[in-house]
């Protein structure tokens, strides 16, 4: 076990207590503008799959990284993409 | 000039000349007010994501249409009508290709003029996050 490094303690039994870390704010890439896509397409499954969860809901905007306008977008077409069963609105 | 892609299933157990039948009335519908079908795109039967009316599958088309917007109403209703039509989506393209077209060409100038993409650049971010890890 590596000695403690300074922001960790030990407390009575012995187990290191972490001080409570705020989770670093990892600057993410927002796919959409890197791979310069202005138009999301509600027919473009395989777009919109990488964009709902493993349970066919619509991962939250801290997941993707993408920006608040392309976020409205995607889910807007996510929406669409719904009504026409192209995509599922569950997966169990 | 206003875009449409209008889109509807049918039940996969229609026949194919009922679905003709179908497309050349609406093409008449569109073209007696003035608007035109600028591509038809079938996709066919496919395996649909969950049950709607009792089918497991469906006939996709897909309706390109340039007009003034007033044959639409006509096209909704008569894909409401249909009875063989299990759903049916109407959707105004023009405005958000214009925006496409717009931030496209706003990236090339700003490309030209400073050298970098309109918000970021990509490697440079890159690295930064390359920094952050280690």
């Known amino acids: 076990m590596p000695r403690n490094s300074e922001f960790e303690s030990d407390d009575r039994n012995g187990k290191t ?76 | 000039m206003r875009t449409y892609e209008v889109m509807f299933i049918s039940a996969p157990t229609t026949a194919e000349d009922e679905l003709n039948k179908l497309t050349t009335q609406l093409d008449l ?56 039509v299990i759903r049916h989506l109407t959707v105004r393209t023009d405005e958000d290709l214009k925006r496409a077209e717009k931030m496209k060409a706003k990236r090339k100038t700003s490309l030209a003029t400073r050298g970098t993409e309109g918000d970021f650049d990509l490697d440079e971010v890159m690295e930064e996050e390359e920094e952050m890890l280690d």
Do not use: C, H
């Open chain 1, 17 to 92: 207590q972490r001080a409570p870390r705020t989770a670093t704010r990892r600057r993410r890439v927002s796919r959409l503008s890197a791979e310069k896509i202005d138009y999301v397409d509600y027919k473009d499954m395989k777009l919109l799959q990488s964009f709902i969860a493993e349970n066919g809901k619509i991962m939250p905007r801290r997941l993707t990284g993408v920006t608040a306008w392309q976020q409205r977008k995607l889910s807007e077409a996510i929406k669409r993409a719904r009504s026409l069963a192209l995509l599922p609105y569950t997966k169990y």
């Open chain 2, 29 to 84: 519908v569109i073209t007696d007010r003035g608007g035109k079908i600028t591509k038809v795109d079938n996709w066919g039967r496919r395996k649909l994501a969950y049950r709607i009316r009792k089918y497991e599958e469906g006939i996709y088309t897909l309706l390109y249409i340039e007009g003034t917007g007033r044959e639409i109403a006509e096209v909704e209703r008569r894909l409401r009508v249909t009875d063989f």
